[in-house]
């Protein structure tokens, strides 16, 4: 049995989306266990809510709740007794395989580098993303762990997201671009030249590539600066949202009529849908000694579903063990 | 009479665009003429193939040609006799108030600053870009020129940036934002902090911005360094026509009606007609001892007639002192 804890009272719609999500990984997975985790009666309350019976899902009890505002620092030391730190702890002492949440992204990332510690080996954990392009996800890495990466640091980042990415997402031989102004070689700051030096020799290293060769899918995973890839990455979320804006506008202003306009709508939706991070439900904390996944604040109990199987994957398949043999044997 | 050169041979489609783009500029501007740099004989041969007849349009010889691909030290070094330096060249000899180039940007971006030299003040010319947002076009800056700015630098951009915004692009009071990966004071990279206290003071400073403020048109001047700016730049410019690969899917899949599609297709166009760069024309190189400015690689001519038209208003609008006196006296 694979045991999963999961952050009950992270993201905006807690605890019914976590609880939920808990719910429909566990039916369509008979080895997965998860405990849930935070105010142990809010949580029973809601499972009750949900009618859920059976004996795969426990409660933990954690009273303190981090919420979205808090510092980094409240998961460290600021609120100890919160399902944050609580979780991870359980990870930790091994009480089970896999953490995930949906809530405060840095106090995560501080307390899954604190608590957790660091894979052998490994400069700098790091935090990717998925990154929709015209034919699927690719990774994304860093996106807001480490703003100043060193040359050193942002080839391990390659390294460790081409073991996600092959291990978890399922790309066979993922290829790794360096994010970059231009494609020449000489090109960039002396960061990204230091690092270009240090890929070279990858036999799936294809080069610099640049901002219009994301969602082409020139690579499937994209190194760059924690600055770079937050700012691109929240960039990118943001264009659903713009589009449909634009796109009322014109509506409006075509005086089209309502089932027109509905079918625009659809078409739009669906085309956009390849921009919805639903389906891959988190991404990881990658170079901690653990598996510590991310959603999106706003995680529906699909999204937290998938997260969930994504860490059941990313504990099965060993890809810590693989990160930490590839960094300090190639 | 104001006279702006053009680079007659810079672009994907010379000398048939510039040369188009001037006709329709002197056409609409009576108080303009225009110095056409290139190829003599090719120049005059397409004026005529044009029909062209007047005395506002002249031709400059400049027989050398910078492709694309030629690096930048090609327009300062390599081929002085081509239509970049040689214009640039014309410029600050004073026989022209302007010079336009939809050719290599790194080329023109180090000929500018190395012919025209600095305005006063200035510790580094920036190029800026416009982008498109939700309700119309903001400034980026810097795009490209300065990979790794520095504090001061990043201030001088804001402030550079937010003259343009005012006098060329009319916006009245600019709002100025720097680019972070959140809003809170104590955010970002040890630059971008920096930035921020030399930055706290200024009556139209919005603070930090996000990546999803950018095309919410949360402030009016973006500052960044150039490989945020240049990778984000591309990014968006990619946008489009992603979009549409992903629509024609969506549309093929539903098998829509070719007159339904057709309508999807025009509501869609218009929509990302905001994200045209057309327009607008041309962006500025900030910083340099006169007026420069260049256009996408594949500019029509409505384009190059545009990128005319906003020389026309950065040297009658007197820019640059303004620039002048903002840097120094502030």
Sequence with gaps: MIKVAVDAVGGDHYPQNPVQGAIQAISEDKSLAVI????????KDELIKQEYVGDRISVFHAPDIISMDDSPAAAVKGKPQSSIPVGLTLHAKKHCD??????????????SAFILGRLDGVLRPTISSVFPTVDGFRLMVDVGANLDAKPEMLYQFA????????????????????????????????????????LRAHPRFVGNVEGRDI?????????CDGLTGN??????????EALSILVKKSIVRHQMAPEQAQMVGMILKEALAQFDYESVGGVP??????????????????????????????HTSGVNDKIIAYLNNK
Tied chains: 1, 2.
């Design 215 to 223: 969602l082409a899918g020139a690579a499937d995973v994209f190194v």
């Design 36 to 43: 849930l985790v935070g105010p142990e009666q809010m949580i």
């Design 98 to 111: 896999a953490f995930v949440s949906a809530g405060n992204t840095g106090a995560l990332l501080a307390a």
């Design 159 to 198: 390294l460790m997201a081409e073991v996600y990415a092959h291990y978890v997402m399922g790309i066979e031989t993922p290829r790794i671009g360096l994010l970059n102004v231009g494609e020449e070689e000489e090109k960039g700051t002396e960061n990204i030249k230091k690092a270009y030096d240090l």
């Design 285 to 314: 904390f990658l170079g901690v000694n653990g598996v510590s996944l991310v959603g999106h604040g706003g995680s529906s109990p699909l999204a937290i579903k998938n997260m969930i199987h994504s860490a059941v994957k990313m």
């Design 231 to 240: 700012i691109l990455l929240k960039f990118g979320e943001s264009f659903p």
